[in-house]
T-cell receptor, first 108, second 113 residues
Framework: RKEVEQDPGPFNVPEGATVAFNCTYS??????FFWYRQDCRKEPKLLMS???SGNEDGRFTAQLNRASQYISLLIRDSKLSDSATYLC?????????FGTGTSLTVIP | DAGVTQSPTHLIKTRGQHVTLRCSPI?????VSWYQQVLGQGPQFIFQ???????GRGNFPDRFSARQFPNYSSELNVNALLLGDSALYLC????????????FGSGTRLTVV
């Protein structure tokens, strides 16, 4: 079983739509959690950390459910510039595990 | 401020050769980690260093090794290259190993022929 699992998509949504990505992780001792975005042939860029209480950064909301070992990312009012691959990242015992990424295309 | 810098940006090697990839972290960052990314997949964790000590190791063969220098820069070495080692190698740095996300360099694209 993979350490981190994500739905690879692709998700194709119209501008202005709300879209949610989900991620599950297998190691219950995982300690920190992040969402990254990666544009085609570019390096991953940190989007936001994910906290147990949930956190928001503008149009982006991240949530963590430790009991279900589940992380989510919600993007509201999608913009064309949000088109990218979104990677879920879990830190477990000084090992960082990336999901395979979820591809998002925002359509005009 | 300079971000994470990696060199070289591209590299072509022959099977069986050895390669050294280099990484300079963001100033003030003491943790460096290395990842391998093949097309269509997420980055795979190789090593994590903090204060010049190895703190984490992914599921890679012993042909892969790394070190961190007193100035916190790092090298990734791969011996006896295989065709399957062809990938984008990413270096990332962070203030610590746990609480802060990592900032990535733009990577070294290694092709083994």
């Amino acid at each position: 079983r993979k350490e981190v699992e994500q739905d690879p998509g692709p998700f194709n949504v119209p501008e202005g739509a709300t879209v949610a990505f989900n991620c599950t992780y297998s190691n219950s001792a995982s300690q920190s959690f992040f969402w990254y975005r990666q544009d085609c042939r570019k390096e991953p860029k940190l989007l936001m950390s994910v906290y147990s209480s949930g956190n928001e950064d503008g149009r982006f909301t991240a949530q963590l459910n430790r009991a279900s070992q589940y992380i989510s990312l919600l993007i509201r009012d999608s913009k064309l510039s949000d088109s990218a691959t979104y990677l879920c990242v879990v830190n477990a015992g000084n090992q960082f595990y990336f999901g395979t990424g979820t591809s998002l295309t925002v359509i005009p | 401020d300079a971000g994470v810098t990696q060199s070289p940006t591209h590299l072509i090697k022959t099977r069986g050769q050895h390669v050294t990839l280099r990484c300079s972290p963001i100033s003030g960052h003491k943790s460096v980690s290395w990842y391998q990314q093949v097309l269509g997949q997420g980055p795979q964790f190789i090593f994590q260093y903090y204060e010049k000590e190895e703190r984490g190791r992914g599921n890679f063969p012993d042909r892969f090794s790394a070190r961190q220098f007193p100035n916190y820069s790092s090298e990734l070495n791969v011996n006896a290259l295989l065709l399957g080692d062809s990938a984008l190698y990413l270096c990332a740095s962070s203030l610590d190993t746990l609480n802060y996300g990592y900032t990535f360099g733009s990577g070294t694209r290694l092709t083994v022929v």
